[in-house]
């Protein structure tokens, strides 16, 4: 990268917020954590396995790195994670603690506490035995985002069987396709859920998953939800409740090798076709619950956290079901959509909660100021003391409006950077140490050693850009991907060999913090200049007209590349404007805007106002099927984009030139 296109692709944001002195005073992340971890690494995290996690068996090396990157963390110890999650708190005298306040769509509500989760992790444990399943055999779990799907993941980790959740809302094809590539013997799911003020099913979609030709899966237990009509294949087909009714109330976890898988989870598919990340025990389970203390700053005993993420992806595994539960935290769960029954059922639930924690995505932050400020303001949201943020770069623009409308200008704001192959978070700021930077995920926790290099993997220069790497193994890391060792050697080892490459790009500014500027792949060339699509992105954020936008660069004979973007005008600048999708006028203060924010190189050639943007199932914009559209390409692949419609509506507009 040349340091001149280095220069002008910076957006500069230098608003700083420090923790206040009294947040800071009580806050469980501390400078003396980063001290500890610089002195020495592997005690560091060792201190840390033994603080969170209960060991049947301590552990004899903290990392055996000698078949890397295969790594072995905290070699020779023994542990049950749903034990840690579940059991150790009914033997602290916590049990009667509420592990879930469940919401369901519709409007219903359940207390789940932590002794009513050990009953049922219990009977589901034996329910699986009954079963035929044992260790080492895999469990696929399609459901509703409810405390039974937390149940289910736990209770295979507690007879040892791996899992593999599926977001219950892809379709016959994508779930195959899953149960296929891990072998799974059984699947968990419901009859259906509450989903956009409806009922929607899910057993037929594992019916007609599992029709098409030769299956490894024997049986089907499936949790009543919505008591709607479904299919039935006697001997294969059990309900959850009958099940766990006749299994055995008492079930003594198995103690597991530290490396015992413990799951295996796909990647969101934003680039192309997911991978099936493997995480195993002991590491993940140390790093998630640290990370969720000193990240969340979770007070298990005062406070309530609320994790938006559904189970089926990454952020749902480590910060609803395995960080907070190993803490012994309460927490939110909701089944739903966020506009359902009205736009501000979200901040219905914290007031009614008083949740105190909340940790969401910048796409559900975006469509909330999308909607307009009035509608949180209509609740008491004074319970909020820490937000968070997960899953795509948040524009500075997005992340001000979230501190100042939901966090009421008060409450830190966490940007965590992770994957699902890095298990935990990764990057961030610490809230009682750190003073945020809007739009920077900032550091690496302590204990992580993650660089911006450049092309020959050497540490970039403050002020410049390059990828992001992490030179040192994690707990949390993924072990692999699932039947696939070349492909985890090749996707994420070999750009620069002995150093786990995230195929993100990143910038380091004069203070040393780290700026996530999304993928490689959607960095763009324009003339010459590298530009990073969040920066054009956040410049059209910065627009008070603007909710959302996602810029790709398309081919052009001139510069090499232009940018067009694709914006989503905030409620009011919808009513204002006569006709969407025209208005050469406000094209033209957009791409001046963005000339005055960037430079004069970053100004879109194009500029179109849509409806919607292509997301994946997990919200994230999919710029390469943008980039197929504005090249006039075949759409590559879409099985996990979660409306197909929204590319037809797309297409018509190119095609029509609006
Ligand atoms: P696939 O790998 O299949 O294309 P994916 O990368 O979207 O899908 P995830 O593991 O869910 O799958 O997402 C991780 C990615 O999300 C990161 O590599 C990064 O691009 C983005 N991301 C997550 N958190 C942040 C953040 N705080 N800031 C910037 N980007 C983030
Ligand atoms: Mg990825």
Redo the contacts with the bound molecule.
Sequence with gaps: MSEQAADTAVLVEERSFPPSPEFAAAANGTQDLFDRAGEDRLAFWAEQARRYVKWDKDFEEVLDWSDAPFAKWFVGGKLNACYNAVDRHVEAGIGDRVAFHFVGEPGDHEAVTYADMHVRVQRAANALIDLGLRAGDTVAIYMPNTPDAVAAMLACARIGAPHSVVFGGFSAEALRTRIDDVGAKLVITGDGLYRKGAPYALKPVVDEALASGETTVENVLVVQRTKQEIGWVEGRDHWWHEALEAADPTHEPEAFDSEHPLYILY??????K??GILHTTGGYLTQAAFTNHVVHDIHPETDVYWCTADIG??TGHSYTVYGPMTLGATQVIYEGTPDQPHKGRFWEIVQEHKVTILYTAPTAIRTFMKWGRDIPEQFDLSSLRLLG??????NPEAWIWYRDVIGGGQTPVV???????TGAIMITPIPGVTAARPGS?QHPIPGVSALVVDDEGRPVERGSAGYLVVTEPWPSMLRGIWGDPQRFKDGYWSRFPGIYF???GARLDEDGNIW?S??IDDVMNVSGHRLSTAEVESALVSHAKVAEAAVVAASDEVTGQAICAFVILRQDAVEEADEVGEGAELVAELRNHVAHEIGSIAKPKKIMVVAELPK?R?G?IMRRLLRDVAEHRELGDVTTLADASVMNLISAGIASGK
Excluded at 267 to 272: A, E, I, L, M, P
Excluded at 415 to 421: I, L
């Design positions: 990647t969101s598919g934003t680039t192309g997911p991978k992806w990454v943020s997960v899953g795509e770069p948040i940007d965590t950077w992770w994957q699902t192959e995920a995230a195929g993100d996530i999304g993928r994946t997990s994230k």
